[in-house]
């Protein structure tokens, strides 16, 4: 298996909504990390997780919350976003943190903040 | 502060022909390069690497080709084919930075009959 799935595709949300984005992989990887993409942008980093504890954060608000209950799970939570951050979520997991190997990318979660 | 470029946003080449794509940096500290590639809705997929000990990395169809003098790296595809339309983003990363991709502006390559 070698597939980073995510859910749901498509997310509508209020700004007073809490809702939650996951993210799996069975390919045994160490590191996951999520990504905010926003149209005609590349992909920016929010969080990396290794063996399963956060190791970097960029300086993303605290109305994101990540949280990696195991290996292969990775879940976003989100509260009182702003429309401003509507945009594509990408995961993304690498086998090794500690040193340089490809990370695969999930399909990602389109969100809408209304 | 965009460290990782792509001047070009679009490039159209015939089938069969060579693409090539451009992708400069401005970080001395990256020391390993990527290439992906992305459809519309679609995560980006990993196509290509390169180290900064070597200057050149085939992979079938693809090659990536490193100057670090010049902080500059290419992506040549050759032959181009229709499904190789997408977007391209290089990315750069550096020992010690946690696997921390940056990644460039991207190029939408459509490769045409």
């Known amino acids: 298996d070698t597939e980073v799935t995510q859910t749901p595709k498509h997310l509508v949300m209020g700004m007073t909504n809490k809702k939650s984005l996951k993210c799996e992989q069975h390919?045994?990887?160490?590191?996951m990390y999520w990504y905010k993409q926003k149209a005609k942008k590349p992909p920016e980093l929010m969080f990396v997780?290794?063996?399963?504890?956060?190791?970097i954060n960029e300086s993303v608000p605290s109305r994101f919350s990540p949280e990696c209950p195991n290996s292969s799970l990775l879940n976003l939570h989100l509260h009182a976003l702003q429309p401003e951050d509507s945009a594509l979520y990408l995961c993304?997991?690498?086998?090794?943190?500690?040193?340089?190997?490809?990370?695969?990318f999930g399909p990602g979660t389109r969100l809408t903040v209304l | 502060d965009q460290q990782v470029k792509q001047n070009s946003p679009s490039l159209s080449v015939q089938e069969g022909r060579i693409s090539i794509l451009n992708c400069d940096y401005t970080?001395?500290?990256?020391?390993?390069f990527l290439w992906y590639k992305k459809y519309p809705a679609e995560g980006p997929t990993f196509l290509i690497s390169?180290?900064?000990?070597?200057d050149k990395n085939e992979d079938g169809r693809f090659t990536v080709f490193l100057n670090k003098s010049a902080k500059h790296l290419s992506l040549h595809i050759v032959p181009s084919q229709p499904g190789d339309s997408a977007v391209y983003f290089c990315?750069?990363?550096?020992?010690?930075?946690?696997?921390?991709?940056?990644f460039g502006t991207g190029t939408q390559l459509k490769v045409e009959l």
């Open positions: 990315a750069a990363t550096f020992t010690g930075g946690g696997n921390k991709l940056t």
């Open positions: 970080n001395s500290m990256f020391d390993y």
């Open positions: 390169i180290s900064s000990i070597k």
């Open positions: 390919m045994g990887h160490r590191a």
């Open positions: 993304a997991s690498s086998q090794d943190p500690g040193s340089y190997n490809e990370q695969f």
């Open positions: 997780y290794s063996y399963e504890k956060l190791s």
